[in-house]
């Protein structure tokens, strides 16, 4: 039976580390701050906003929130993020996707200073990412990351299947455990014998958007499972891209939907704010 990877616990750790840190920077007169840019009334996005403001202002960062208004026009978004650019208090930027049709998401991600770009989407930071350099990596992969760290699973070494590759989710979690010494392999939909593949990861990351596709004979025995997926199944009732119940029966470790990588998602999110602000610090 599986050990579950607690993500709400995970995340409660990680926001008392980031406290102390907060209150450190705060010594040298340094808050970290972080502006997040809303378009439109995506109900999503406005649950997905007010999550992360809670957690930001819980631990001392300076939020700010733009909502703009559903019709507005590229110029005056690529405005507003020139002047965030300019703000000296303020270490990350982040537009929450999806953004209306008028406004193109890549020149909107491209205009952001790339050591602002929080969530890491730009073309520069997607270069370092894969060139291997420092840079800002996004959210997702990132908090996935931390919550393997925190339950001691390696990685080095490691046959990693990535399942799912996304921009935001998919190629940059496939990038992470890259750089941590991973063996990756990234699988899609065109993937043939898709069980064949992932039977072979010690880890695997799964981020399809297809609820509870990942069965008991997709798993190695003993591997850990990293469910992003969230998704609504027939009966309404909020689910992941792997079957827990059944994997649960075969997998060293798992995380469950909701309460997995959800909240590590907002922790990746925030860790990369303090570690911008910290950058600051040593200017
Ligand atoms: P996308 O729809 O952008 O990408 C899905 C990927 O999965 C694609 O690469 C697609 O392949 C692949 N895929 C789809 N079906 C299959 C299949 N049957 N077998 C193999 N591969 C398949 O999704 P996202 O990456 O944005 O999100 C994935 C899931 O993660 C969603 O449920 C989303 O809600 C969730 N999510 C959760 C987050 C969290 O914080 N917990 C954060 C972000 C996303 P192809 O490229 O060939 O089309």
């Known amino acids: 039976m599986a050990v579950i990877m607690d993500g709400k616990v995970a995340a409660q750790q990680a926001d008392q580390e980031f406290a102390m840190r907060i209150q450190k920077l705060k010594q040298q007169n340094i808050i970290p701050g972080l502006a997040v840019i809303l378009i439109g009334d995506d109900a999503a996005s406005q649950v997905y906003v007010r999550n992360k403001a809670r957690r930001a202002r819980k631990i001392g960062i300076n939020y700010q929130l733009h909502r703009l208004d559903r019709g507005i026009t590229q110029e005056a978004v690529l405005q507003l993020i020139t002047q965030l650019n300019q703000d000296t208090q303020v270490d990350g930027i982040m537009v929450q996707m999806p953004v209306p049709k008028q406004i193109d998401a890549n020149a909107v991600m491209n205009a952001i200073l790339p050591q602002k770009d929080v969530d890491g989407f730009s073309f520069a930071n997607i270069g370092r990412l894969w060139g291997n350099a420092a840079g800002n990596f996004p959210a997702t992969p990132r908090g996935v990351l931390r919550l393997l760290r925190d339950y001691h699973i390696t990685i080095e070494g490691q046959q990693a ?14 990038g992470l455990l890259l750089k941590n010494n991973s063996t990756v ?99």
């Open 161 to 174: 299947v990535v399942v799912g590759r996304s921009d935001i989710v998919g190629k940059p979690m496939a």
């Open 185 to 283: 392999t990234i699988a899609h939909s065109k993937t043939q014998n898709l069980a064949q593949v992932t039977q072979q990861a010690d880890l695997l990351i799964v981020a399809i958007g297809q609820a509870e596709f990942i069965t008991a004979d997709f798993v190695k025995p003993g591997a850990a499972v990293v469910d992003v997926g969230m998704n609504h199944n027939a009966a309404g009732k909020l689910v992941g891209d792997v079957d827990f119940k059944s994997v649960k029966q075969i997998a060293g470790y798992l995380t469950p939907v909701p309460g997995g990588v959800g909240p590590m998602t907002i922790t990746g999110l925030l860790e990369q704010v303090i570690v911008l602000a910290e950058q600051r610090a040593t200017l």
